[in-house]
């Protein structure tokens, strides 16, 4: 470790040539990015490389020769480690003295490398350019993946609670189960008493201190007093000093009180308690049958809850480092919310379910994830790429997808699905990765490409000046049968109100 305490980014030197391994480390000796130095490893044929890095999973770079023991030494490892390795994320550097054994631009663009140098061309100045490049790229990477392994735990643990998508949804189904315990229809509130002097926002069906708390949702002869505070009222009054009379009361969770039974929450925040207050006689009941019962249902609103959270935790740390993709592109602000947007409208129009839609939504925000691992030169490049620049930036398809594809939890796998085939052309043969067409494309995916495309014609990029929407819109149709699926473009163009007032909500 250097003296920021930070560990040294591990970089494998891969060459037969003594002399490379020597001058490699004297040009960077003292070498550090991001506060971290390097922790050189050498390796003098392909067999020891290999080796090593079977051994040290951690290598974020790799300087390696092409001509060792074969001609194509160097060829072999890259698609080892790509392929029976299944490293993703170590960045790959080629260095040959022969180029005419590996012509560049046959290798840029049959093997997964992250760039190609002559060693006659390789100076200190850009020796260390690709190093810049290279372990910056590579921490990108890894921040991402750690991103998503964190979410995709926490999305996991979501998706087996309660599946209610509103605070009513959850109130209606509870009393239409809690109501066969009764030979009458049953009158509830759920109330949220609170501990500090300062509301929360909490999501909670009533909010307040005190008796002040506002309902927010109810049924039967309190759904009148929806959005209005609980002791307004004499029908809610009494509700809510029942409440008041529990805040200090013993942690159980059925209470018995005056007109009927006050279920609390298992799990309170540290600010807030939770209530189900439900009006009927309680002799009515065996009291033991509705506790075990009631109990379960106690349970079941802090999973709410808690499922509630963890859909805003998911919502929220897909778009921040998807955010964070479009901060390190320099692209527009706010583009990946925007074709999220625009995208949910078109899945709603197209008679997705509202789980299928949300789904959609989300997975679309990361259609550039694979952007991530093209060099920032590309990406920045203010100019018309040249062709090999051209087919190094379509590879941020299939890094998207390989990023992605590797999740079981649904969004993260439509994710991958779009993040590959957002550029497939709906006649075929002038899209990428696979050249797919028609319905072969998948659905999210062609939703996703018009979305993708009006929100960069009508907003300014590196390359260009923000077109007026009309002239977007015309675009679209010139493409209608040939980049975009044609009954879907129709869609998204009879929404263009929706779609206009999306960019004019969230204008970068």
């Known amino acids: 470790m250097n003296a920021s305490g930070k560990a040294p980014y591990k970089v494998l030197v891969v060459d037969?040539?003594?002399d490379v391994h020597v001058v490699s480390r004297m040009v960077l000796r003292g070498f550090e990015f991001d506060g971290r130095g390097l922790e050189l490893h050498d390796a003098y044929s392909a067999v020891e490389a290999k080796k090593l890095l079977s051994e040290i999973p951690d290598f974020a770079l790799v300087l390696l020769d092409v001509v060792m023991e074969e001609r194509d030494s160097g060829l072999q490892v890259v698609e080892w480690i790509r392929k029976t390795l299944g490293n993703r994320s170590i960045r790959i550097v080629l260095r040959t003295g022969q180029p005419g054994d590996a012509p560049e631009n046959s290798v840029i663009r049959t093997y997964?490398?992250?760039?190609?140098?002559?060693?006659?061309e390789l100076t200190q100045q850009k020796l260390f350019s690709t190093m810049y490049s290279s372990l910056r790229s590579y921490r990108d990477i890894v921040s991402l993946e750690r991103s998503r392994e964190s979410l995709q735990s926490i999305v996991r643990v979501g998706s087996e609670l309660f599946s209610a998508r509103s605070v009513d949804d959850f109130l209606k189904g509870m009393l239409d189960q809690i109501s066969h315990l009764y030979h009458d229809t049953l009158s509830s509130v759920v109330v949220e008493v609170e501990r500090s002097p300062e509301p929360e926002k909490s999501g909670l069906i009533v909010r307040g201190l005190g008796g002040r708390g506002q309902i927010v949702a109810a049924t039967g002869k309190f759904r009148p007093f929806v959005g209005r505070p609980v002791d307004e009222s004499p029908e809610t009054l009494r509700v809510a000093e029942q409440l008041n009379s529990l805040r200090d009361a013993p942690k159980e969770i059925v209470h018995v009180v005056e007109g009927g039974l006050v279920i609390a929450s298992v799990v309170p925040s540290s600010t807030t308690q939770n209530f189900i207050y439900l009006e009927?006689?309680?002799?009515?009941?065996?009291?033991d049958q509705v506790r075990l019962f009631l109990t379960n249902y106690s349970l079941t609103l802090d999973n709410f809850y808690l499922n509630q959270f963890v859909k805003g935790l998911q919502?929220?740390?897909?778009?921040?480092?998807?955010?964070?993709?479009e901060s390190h592109l320099r692209e527009t602000v706010h583009h990946v919310r925007r074709v999220s947007m625009m995208v949910k409208e078109l899945a709603q129009?197209?008679?997705?379910?509202?789980?299928?839609?949300?789904?959609?939504?989300l997975a679309s925000a990361l259609h550039d994830m694979g952007k991530i691992g093209v060099p920032s030169e590309i990406l920045r490049k203010p100019g018309r790429l040249t062709t090999d620049e051209r087919t190094v930036m379509k590879t941020h398809t299939t890094i998207g997808h390989d990023i992605l594809a590797s999740s079981e939890l649904p969004v993260f796998r439509v994710g991958a699905q779009i993040a590959k085939s957002h550029h497939e052309h709906w006649s075929g043969p002038d899209g990428y990765p696979d050249h797919l067409n028609g319905n072969d494309i998948?659905?999210?995916?062609?939703m996703t490409a018009i979305a993708d495309v009006f929100d960069a014609l009508v907003n300014s990029r590196v390359y260009k000046d923000a077109w007026p929407p009309?002239?977007?819109i015309a675009e679209l149709r010139r493409n209608r049968g040939t980049a975009f699926d044609p009954q879907l473009l129709d869609l998204f163009l009879g929404r263009m109100d929706a779609m206009l007032e999306i960019q004019k909500a969230h204008r970068g």
Request: without cysteine.
């Open 16 to 18: 037969d040539e003594k």
């Open 112 to 120: 997964d490398i992250n760039d190609y140098k002559l060693k006659t």
């Open 280 to 287: 009927e006689p309680v002799d009515r009941l065996d009291l």
């Open 315 to 325: 919502d929220d740390v897909l778009f921040m480092f998807a955010e964070t993709i």
């Open 349 to 361: 129009a197209q008679g997705f379910s509202a789980d299928q839609t949300e789904t959609i939504r």
């Open 442 to 446: 998948p659905v999210e995916a062609r």
């Open 470 to 472: 009309e002239e977007a």
